[in-house]
């Protein structure tokens, strides 16, 4: 069967029925990283508002009368949703789903299919996988190489049919139904169940899919296709954003142009040269600070063979400096003296209040500690 979710992908909230709630543990990545098992209950539903993870798709996020649903997921012909709260057979419920997080998940994965299709129509690239992450979506086509010309010809072919506003439509066809020989997909999962469930982009694409989808390319607003990167296996990695996603990277980009602007006092046409600029002058000062640097070590390394104090003991204790700069002192004084303790501090850690924190070289004849 197919879920309420896959059915009507824009319903947001729904009533259904609880058909059974069992104890079960979720192990999931808690703050700090690590892997936490969390205890709690999977409840099915006679019917779900809620997606279960497949496809591709993240699972959706939402609540069951007011109680939140941590995961969804497949099996067989019906869903599992894990909650920490009980909830009884028989119990009438509300389910709502986080539209946000669903219509981002819309606009994404029909965003697939639409580059998917037009990659494959005009240059024949064929997608062998995607992952809908969390801030970009990434396709792997099956190519060692896609060219720049090829990407904004893509970029501008998927833009054109938002543009052109053709409707996204669902259908469910048997098994048996000759018609599934023609239409596009790697295959169904092995616990499958029931017809297959086909969407159509008019006059673009059909493909077997489970996931959910706009109902008219006009609700992806505009695609962005972010670049090329080298996958596994020979294929080629192409990232992409779609609808608020696009809006979102925009917004941050020019808080980023406008902040650069501030510290560069250029415009932003003059950015990348001014931090060349920057650099060059970085690497110039750098260069100029070393050999000061080391002129400074010789110059401490003579003043202390000259002090009163030469052939006892002899200390050294500097806030600046390097192992570099203690060793040009070392090589210059040589193994006339009979003990050397220099003393430098160190960026290795913070020290505590009240703490020096050092890096020591002590020398005797011919030997360097």
Known sequence: MAFRCQRDSYAREFTTTVVSCRPAELETEGSNGKKEVLSGFQVVLEDTLLFPEGGGQPDDHGTINGISVLRVTRRGAQADHFTQTPLAPGTEVQVRVDWERRFDHMQQHSGQHLITAVADHLFGLKTTSWELGRLRSVIELDSPSVTIEQVAAIEQSVNEKIRDRLPVNVRELSLDDPEVEQVRGRGLPDDHVGPIRVVTIENVDANMC??????????????????????????????????NRVLKWMERSHGTEKAL????????????????????????????????????????????????????????????????????????????????????????RVPAPGQTVCMSLFIIPGRVY
């Open 210 to 243: 489970c996931g959910t989808h706009v109902s008219n390319l006009s609700d992806l607003q505009v695609i962005k296709i972010l670049g090329i990167e080298k996958g596994k296996k020979n294929k080629t990695n192409l990232a992409f954003l779609a609808g």
């Open 261 to 348: 602007t501030a510290l560069l006092k250029c415009g932003v046409e003059d950015h990348v040269e001014a931090v060349k600029k920057l650099q060059n002058s970085t690497k110039l000062l750098q260069k100029n600070n070393l050999n000061l640097l080391r002129d400074l070590a010789v110059h401490v390394a003579h003043s202390l063979r000259n002090s009163p104090d030469w052939g006892g003991v002899v200390t050294l204790h500097r806030k600046e400096g390097d192992s570099e700069f203690m060793n040009i002192i070392a090589n210059e004084i040589g193994s006339e003296v009979s003990l050397l303790h220099l003393l430098q501090k160190t960026p290795f």
